[in-house]
């Protein structure tokens, strides 16, 4: 699980429902993403014939589609060892470049913590 004392509550949160899209859905990635007013909207990997996107991409996008206009936080849950620079850039275009990016194992050990600038 996440170290209690690397992260607060409300990332520990959005850590947890990642991991447990990652779980559910079986797929290689879980993200989730808290917008401006605390809502948080959480998605797996997306792999259609006409439609690929990570985790992260689709969590941003949901956020978007529910009227989100930025984002406080995102977390990815993958055996990568970094957020791409793909994931980063969708999470910089909604929350801006200071957006922290948290990367959790499928543990849901928290990995690093980046800013999506």
Do not use: H
């Not at 808290?34 to 990570?54: C, I, N, W």
């Not at 990568?80 to 543990?107: F, K, N, W």
Request: hydrophobic share 45%; no cysteine.
């Amino acid at each position: 699980m996440t170290d209690d004392n690397a992260l607060g509550a409300e990332d520990r949160k959005i850590v947890t429902l990642a991991r447990s899209v990652r779980a559910r859905n079986a797929v290689p990635e879980g993200a989730a993403v808290r917008d401006e007013t605390g809502r948080t909207y959480a998605a797996g990997t997306v792999t259609l014939e006409s439609l690929k996107l990570s985790a992260l991409q689709t969590a941003v996008a949901m956020a978007v589609a529910s009227g989100a206009t930025s984002l406080e936080a995102a977390a990815v849950v993958s055996q990568a060892d970094a957020a791409s620079d793909a994931d980063r850039a969708a999470v910089r275009d909604l929350g801006g470049p200071e957006t922290p990016v948290l990367l959790a194992g499928p543990d849901g050990t928290l990995r690093s913590t980046v800013t999506a600038g």
